[in-house]
Nanobody, 127 residues
């Protein structure tokens, strides 16, 4: 079992930046694929970014590519999401998720492919 805990959400003006962190406990993240998803009110949860721990690859949704960066801190068993040039449409609850079935080699953008989820952290971008 792995427990995931997000932090770093908050209120920011459009054009600003936030850094989210997801700390894992109970299991090392080696051989995992870690991802960030988000869910805005009235909308389905959507893929934001993923990182394959074994391969070190990073992947992004088109709407955030070039603005968001996913990274890892191996020693801290943590994955981060640096969000720059934030827009009001980035407002959502952000969740981190872990998948161990792909051994950290490939990734999926589907919610159903991730077995472990954090509780979420609210990000609000004002215009």
């Amino acid at each position: 079992q792995v427990q995931l805990a997000e932090s770093g959400g908050g209120l920011v003006q459009a054009g600003g930046s936030l850094r989210l962190s997801c700390a894992a406990s109970g299991r090392t993240l080696s051989r995992s694929t870690m991802a960030w998803f988000r869910q805005a009110p009235g909308k389905e949860r959507e893929f934001v970014a993923a990182l394959t721990w074994t391969g070190g690859g990073t992947y992004y949704a088109g709407s955030v590519k070039g603005r968001f960066t996913i990274s890892r801190e191996i020693a801290k068993n943590t994955v981060n999401l640096q969000m720059n040039s934030l827009k009001p449409e980035d407002t959502a609850v952000y969740y981190c998720a872990a998948d161990f079935s792909r051994y950290g080699i490939t990734y999926s953008s589907s919610v159903g492919d991730y077995d472990y989820w954090g509780q979420g952290t609210q990000v609000t971008v004002s215009s």
